[in-house]
């Protein structure tokens, strides 16, 4: 219902917020129905309950958007006839329509790859524009397209009637001239209450996405959160950060110290005995988002990884394995520079910073070892190409350099059945000793591979295990070809994943399980003594570089967060994602979640005294590397 005639502001200021929060709930309700499989299988029909609770949030981003409309509430009280204002009202509205609406769709398609919602680090992989258009299935590009159009114009057409129409086409009254005070107060009126609405009302703490959290569910709490709100808010605090340490819990020197005493070397440091061969060749192979869910000799399901299992077996397996972060340019410079993940950016967008990095390329050069890295995609993204070619890497080479059969090429790049022949082709003509890496990509969406498939059937949790079934069959068809190489007696093996997945679990991104996976060493060059063991303490991807250096006997004290694989003082992992962290030990694990209220969501510690000293080695340690990383 309309507001008196009297109060034109009011009645203005009603109907656009009224506009935008119902276009919300439209979105909101297309998510939950795009990812039915997730939200109804978990609480049935009560999964609606994610509309309502996602009020706060709509109603707070549409006092945002129609704070714009000030101007034009005022301008048409008084002119109504002019038509400039009018052209300037219907285009500033299809702006708003559209660009809320793309954000949107941007949001599905970032949930269904990452399982993470759109945010300010997002962005940056946007500077891409090609990559990201190549790792989405053409289904999704296809309803992201259709729901821009669709929403877009649907939306546009009934904001016009409901909005323009009724409040300035068909207003019989204008502001009488000698109304001012009036008006004046009522303008003041309706400043106030968007402003109240924009913060959520009286409470101390302005409204946040922890306003929206209702659930023990992430993926019904992610439906709550509007995404144009969390995008522009993420945006707004990391530019207000600055070089202000947006996570400092403590005295910078005494989150120095604990994380100093953290990553204290051995003096019998076992890393020594690893290497059963003399500077050896160093194979790395970077697994695109492989999840140790998958993975049976890593506890996950069982007949996905047949191949790597049996290989599990002729090598050293570390089954608590966790990875850095959730995207491939964390995890790459993780492996190779021993250097974390940071919660809302990336060192690797911030080429000023190189210089500070350490890697184990640099660092074996000094044994004369020769090195390359091959991947079958666009290195551009995540800036992965700019970051190796500071670190002097020899060779580098990318979907452009090779040629691939049509048949093995998919939208994001070659797979990996053409990739593992290349690298070992590669490896054949290198010069001993060899540092090669391989980061593969078959295991990425769009999942667009001609290959068998393992499970029959649509949704991306199966088309993931379909991936990884054949991903999965390319390694063994590689290490029954590398064995009878020459060089194979004198390499050693590094299998690792760079991020976790997922699927097919259904983990959120904020659950221990999401960043676990998948490492092995093996090959000939591997200490006798390590074939066929199991290694079950807490390891972290970032951990490789100290442990592969010192097998070298080379130093590692510029890998400040890099410690032992084999036996550190203190076994531990440590990860993080957007606006969040997770630690994991021996004794159990936490989760911390700044957009639901600062709070631990998940604990696993048998004892209050045990988790309290993980909180403050954790926080200390997110601390600790967001304080180098703003002094980069």
């Known amino acids: 219902m309309l507001l008196p005639i009297k109060y034109p502001f009011l009645r203005q200021a009603y109907k656009h917020v009224i506009g935008f929060v119902y276009l919300f709930a439209w979105q909101q309700l297309f998510f939950l129905l795009y990812f039915w499989n997730r939200t109804f299988n978990l609480e049935g029909w009560s999964t609606f309950a994610s509309l309502w609770h996602a009020v706060p949030l709509s109603l707070s981003t549409a006092c945002y958007l129609s704070a714009l409309y000030l101007p034009f509430f005022f301008t048409f009280s008084l002119w109504k006839e002019n038509n400039v204002w009018k052209g300037l009202w219907k285009g500033l509205s299809a702006i708003l329509i559209t660009l809320t609406t793309i954000i949107f769709c941007v949001d599905i398609v970032v949930y269904e790859e990452m399982g993470i919602k759109l945010n300010y680090k997002i962005l940056f992989h946007l500077q891409n524009p090609v990559e990201v258009i190549t790792s989405v299935s053409t289904k999704t590009w296809l309803i992201g397209i259709m729901c821009i159009s669709v929403f877009s114009h649907w939306f546009y057409r009934r904001f016009e009637k409901r909005t323009f129409k009724q409040l300035y086409e068909n207003e019989t009254r204008t502001l009488a001239p000698f109304s001012y005070l009036r008006n004046g107060l009522e303008i003041v009126l309706v400043l106030g209450l968007l402003f109240l609405g924009i913060r959520g009302g009286w409470r101390p703490i302005p409204i946040n996405e922890s306003n929206v959290y209702y659930s023990n569910k992430q993926v019904l709490n992610d439906a709550a959160v509007n995404p144009s709100w969390t995008l522009m808010h993420s945006y707004l605090n990391n530019i207000q950060a600055g070089d202000k340490n947006p996570y400092q819990f403590m005295e910078d020197g005494t989150a120095a110290a604990i994380v100093d005493s953290l990553y204290q070397v051995n003096d019998n440091d076992s890393c020594k005995t690893l290497f059963g061969v003399n500077k050896p060749n160093i194979a790395l192979l970077i697994l695109e988002g492989w999840s140790a869910n998958v993975v049976e000799s890593c506890g996950g399901d069982a007949g996905l990884t047949r191949n790597f299992d049996v290989l599990s077996k002729e090598g050293l397996l570390f089954t608590q394995a966790y990875c850095s972060g959730h995207t491939s340019d964390q995890g790459v410079p993780a492996v190779i520079s021993g250097f974390p993940a940071q919660p809302i950016t990336t060192i690797l ?259 209050g005294a045990t988790k309290e000293k993980a909180q403050l080695k954790s926080r200390a340690h997110l601390q600790d590397i967001f304080a180098k990383y703003l002094s980069y």
């Open 349 to 607: 967008a911030n080429n000023s910073k190189y210089p500070h990095l350490p890697c184990i390329n640099r660092d074996l050069k000094q044994m004369g070892y020769r090195s390359s890295f091959l991947f079958g995609g666009q290195l551009t993204y995540g800036n992965i190409k700019s970051y190796l070619y500071y670190e002097g890497f020899d060779e580098i080479k990318e979907q452009d350099n090779f040629n691939a059969p049509s048949e093995l090429v998919g939208k994001l790049g070659i797979h990996d059945e053409f990739m593992f022949k290349a690298w070992g082709e590669q490896m054949s003509k290198e010069p001993q000793p060899f540092l090669s890496v391989l980061f593969t990509a078959s295991t990425h969406s769009p999942f667009d591979g001609k290959y068998p498939r393992r499970i029959n059937g649509g949704g991306e949790e199966h088309e993931y295990i379909n991936s990884i079934y054949y991903a999965d069959s390319c390694l063994g068809a590689f290490f029954n070809w590398a064995k009878l190489q020459t060089w194979y007696a004198n390499t050693i093996f590094v299998i690792v994943a760079d991020h976790g997945h997922h699927s097919p679990r259904e983990h959120d991104y904020a659950c221990l399980s999401h960043y676990q996976i998948p490492l092995l060493i093996c090959g000939g060059g591997l200490n006798k003594a390590y074939v066929g063991k199991t290694h079950v303490q807490v390891v972290s991807q970032t951990d490789i570089a100290h442990t592969l250096l010192h097998a070298a006997g080379l130093s590692s004290t510029s890998y400040r967060w890099s410690k032992s694989l084999l036996n550190p003082k203190e076994p531990f992992a440590f990860f993080d994602f957007y606006e969040g962290y997770g630690w994991v030990d021996l004794n159990g694990g936490i989760v911390w979640n700044k957009l639901a209220g600062e709070k631990y969501t998940t604990d696993t510690y048998p004892t």
